[in-house]
């Protein structure tokens, strides 16, 4: 006898979007969620007063409301939501800055495309062949997808300074691997990103997070939160059920994990998982000004740098973390309708690279200093790029690799999880699946998109 039809472990995106897509169609469906709250990474939390939202800069795949085409306006068809449940509020429009170079691109591909011609005026020829690669490339065939992207770019962008700006937002919106990235996953943002632009709602992750639970439980689905799941039940190389971090057993026809793919196999009765941890993790700095960025010159929406022709990315070799890369990012630089015109507080958000294996080595009084004397760091590497914000500086935090590795289980605080991705969502045990993170799809609507996917591909079909 089974509990469920479907148990789903985890209640970020990936894991709320696929129950609300088996719920349609009557099937019992559990999320379990470890924490007292949801979204993962994707969450937020209230300090001294202030609410922040947790992993959100932009919401990538914006669409205007309206539009017919495109992944969001197809997710929002498969959950059977309304444009008003995510209230996007378009990007301004942000930078990628280089020493000497910038490019500035929005939600209109043709931007980006002047920019280019601007300042590689030999190269726009070789961005549109670029780009019909890019329209091109099949997201489901695993072999293309790890192929290096550095490579095929460098065969089509013949100015190397090129390549690596193109490559630095993609890198920090969804890339697991270090120093390169698979050209799968570099299509996917590009597209993303470039093609189809970023927005966010005005009240922040929490309104999509809500309209998500709310239809959720509307349709008879149970969300258990602080039930976290302490190991997988197998029988016969299949997934029968889980139990819970307080012995209680759940027997499930199928299993969805938005764990990771090596967290979830980890999960299975001692099972050791082929797959090898991600390393890369972040720490991210929130800065509250006294007046809205753009009073200071701070008018971008996100600014990515990097203080070198060649774009880093790999885990610090040798500090906590490495700041001369990282995201600036303004929640205050979007296009919000007139009557949510202003937000509360003035805001900058910064994010680097960061060690996971320091920053969890600390002692309690240790990581208090360095998270603060990070946190100065951080904002004076990005005072090269942006105007000067420190003199209106109110309040403060800052968010390690151990806050990452807490709320969402990765090992390392991997942000963006483990290095391979299996694109069909199969493990080596029967019934159980992946969604999510090491499925393949990044970002927030990616995310929703994997579980959506994942649901109708295995919970659905059979």
């Known amino acids: 006898m089974h509990d469920y039809d479907t148990i789903i472990i985890g209640a970020g995106m990936s894991g709320l979007a696929a129950g609300i897509r088996l719920a349609y169609y009557e099937q019992k469906v559990c999320i379990l969620e470890r924490h007292y709250t949801i979204g993962g990474l994707n969450s937020f939390y209230r300090l001294r007063g202030r609410d922040y939202d947790v992993g959100l800069h932009a919401v990538t795949n914006y669409a205007p409301k309206g539009e017919k085409r495109g992944p969001l306006a197809k997710l929002l068809r498969q959950l059977r939501m309304g444009w008003d449940d995510f209230a ?129 439980r509307a349709l008879g689905g149970e969300l258990k939160l602080r039930s976290g799941v302490a190991s997988i039940k197998t029988d016969d190389g299949r997934a029968v059920g889980v139990v819970l971090d307080n012995g209680q057993e759940l027997a499930a026809r199928r299993i969805l994990s938005s764990a990771g ?41 996100i600014v990515f740098f990097n203080d070198s022709p060649t774009f880093y990315w790999q885990r610090p070799q040798s500090e906590l973390c490495d700041v001369r890369t990282g995201v600036i990012c303004s929640p205050n630089n979007f296009e919000y309708a007139a009557d949510d015109a202003q937000l509360d507080d003035g805001l900058i958000r910064i994010t680097a690279l960061a060690d996971f294996g320091r920053w969890q080595g600390l002692d309690e009084e240790t990581y208090r200093i360095e998270k603060l004397r990070w946190y100065d760091r951080l904002a004076a590497s990005a005072v090269r790029f942006v105007p000067d914000f420190r003199s209106r500086v109110i309040d403060t935090d800052l968010f390690t690799p151990a806050t990452i590795r807490r709320f969402t289980g990765h090992e390392n605080g991997a942000i963006y999880g483990a290095p391979r991705k299996q694109l069909d969502g199969t493990t080596r045990f029967k019934n159980l699946y992946l969604c999510g993170t090491d499925q393949g799809y990044l970002g927030i609507i990616g995310s929703l998109i994997s579980g959506v996917a994942m649901a109708n591909r295995h919970c659905l079909a059979t």
């Open 261 to 301: 793919a090596v967290e979830t196999l980890r999960l299975c009765d001692g099972e050791v998982p082929p797959v090898r941890s991600g390393q890369l993790s972040f720490v991210e700095s929130m800065s509250v000004l006294d007046r809205p960025p753009a009073a200071l010159g701070c008018d971008r929406t």
């Open 88 to 216: 996007l509020a378009p990007q301004i429009g942000s930078t990628i800055a280089f020493p000497d170079v910038r490019l500035d691109f929005s939600n209109d591909f043709r931007l980006l495309e002047a920019e280019v011609g601007r300042a590689f005026p030999g190269q726009k020829d070789n961005l549109q062949r670029l780009l019909n690669q890019i329209l091109g490339y099949d997201d489901l065939n695993q072999e293309i997808f790890e192929l290096s992207a550095r490579q095929i770019l460098a065969c089509t962008i013949t100015d190397p300074l090129l390549v690596e700006m193109l490559l630095c937002p993609a890198m920090w919106y969804g890339n697991a691997r270090e120093d390169d990235m698979d050209w799968g996953q570099f299509c996917i943002l590009f597209r993303a990103i470039y093609l189809e632009g970023m927005g966010r709602p005005h009240a922040g992750i929490r309104l999509i997070l809500k309209n998500l639970v709310r239809r959720f």
